[in-house]
């Protein structure tokens, strides 16, 4: 089955394998989904290759849950899964990770980026929907602070996904479930390692949210994804995470702690070689910071129509300017 699987990672843009029991394996190739009709696996040995992955803990987890997301590596191809039971058998879901960390200036980033990722403290939050390359740009980010800045960084992952080495930084990178029990334990724990930079792989609970905004309050960087599709949703969905009473001084946090907000989304090249990313950037400026703490978040998108100098721009600002240099030729709703 790993020769099976590695032979499917030599093809040209893929980012996912599907294997469930019996059936036809299917891949996602530069965004779509292709089914290989003489590529099947039994049960028995999909069962076979997972206790083969997992350690008798996780499988232990596996068998109690029917599920778990672990990453692994079959030759020098590094993989995240989703290994789970389903109608048909044991079924494993597979994210292709690239071979190396993707240079921060190859990634295609607004030029503000650069700038507000090596500020002393704040929050920076990297959204949009699954498979958008939210992992690959934060692993961008992280790999720049590591090759340009002397700081110690803490990662809390949920696989680790990229794995950094120490350059002029230092790099402790933590894995839920195998290193630590929780988000929150971790990025509780991190804040007494004299930590410079947090990356924190998921917003996912008020404990996890409370201590990053407290950790980006009290002069760290912190980053984190959302599984959002703009600004105004992402800041929305973390207030909205908290009980009514709570959510004025929710607010004043994210105004005070939120520096940049960047939504991403994969679109299919005009040249079929590949997908290029799409970024929205909302800069905390003065006026988005009135915004969140008056509870006028659906104002946001105005601000940023006209927020250009401070380095901001809207999906579809960056959508359009990608049609018109002839890179794509639609965009994917």
């Given at each position: 089955m790993e020769k099976t699987i590695a032979k499917l990672c030599d093809k040209e843009g893929i980012s996912d394998i599907h294997i469930h029991a019996g059936l036809p394996i299917a891949?996602?190739?530069?965004?779509?989904?292709?089914?290989?009709?003489?590529?099947?696996?039994?049960?028995?040995?999909?069962?076979?290759?997972?206790?083969?992955v997992l350690s008798?803990?996780?499988f232990k987890i596996y068998s109690d849950e029917k599920s778990f997301d672990c990453s692994f590596t079959i030759g020098k191809i590094r993989m995240r899964a989703n290994m789970f039971e389903s109608m048909n058998g044991p079924s494993l879901a597979l994210r292709v990770l690239e071979d190396s960390i993707r240079d921060f200036h190859e990634v295609g980033f607004p030029p503000v980026i650069e700038e507000l990722i090596t500020k002393r403290n704040g929050l920076i939050l990297v959204t949009g929907p699954t498979g958008s390359g939210k992992s690959t740009s934060l692993a961008a980010m992280?790999?720049?602070l590591n090759e340009n800045h002397p700081m110690n960084i803490i990662t809390i992952e949920d696989p680790i996904e990229y794995i950094h080495t120490n350059k002029q930084?230092?790099?402790?990178?933590?894995?839920?479930?195998?290193?630590?029990?929780?988000?929150?334990s971790a990025l509780r724990a991190a804040l007494r390692e004299d930590p410079d930079a947090i990356l924190v792989g998921e917003l996912r609970d008020i404990e996890t949210?409370?201590?990053?905004?407290?950790?980006?309050?009290?002069?760290h960087m912190v980053f984190a994804t959302l599984h959002t599709n703009g600004a105004p949703q992402t800041i929305n969905r973390i207030i909205d995470v908290f009980p009514g009473d709570q959510r004025g001084q929710v607010r004043q946090q994210l105004s005070t702690t939120l520096r940049v907000a960047v939504t991403q989304r994969l679109i299919k090249r005009m040249d079929g070689v590949g997908r290029i990313p799409a970024f929205e950037v909302m800069v905390c400026n003065s006026a988005v910071k009135n915004l969140i703490r008056e509870d006028k978040v659906f104002q946001i998108p105005s601000i940023m129509q006209t927020g250009a100098s401070d380095g901001m721009v809207r999906m579809e600002s960056t959508i359009e300017q990608l049609k018109a240099d002839g890179i794509i030729s639609y965009d994917e709703e």
């Open positions: 891949i996602r190739v530069h965004g779509s989904i292709e089914k290989i009709d003489n590529e099947i696996i039994e049960k028995d040995e999909i069962n076979k290759f997972i206790k083969s008798t803990s996780q992280i790999n720049y930084a230092i790099i402790s990178q933590r894995e839920v479930g195998a290193h630590t029990s929780s988000f929150a949210i409370t201590l990053a905004l407290t950790a980006a309050e009290t002069g």
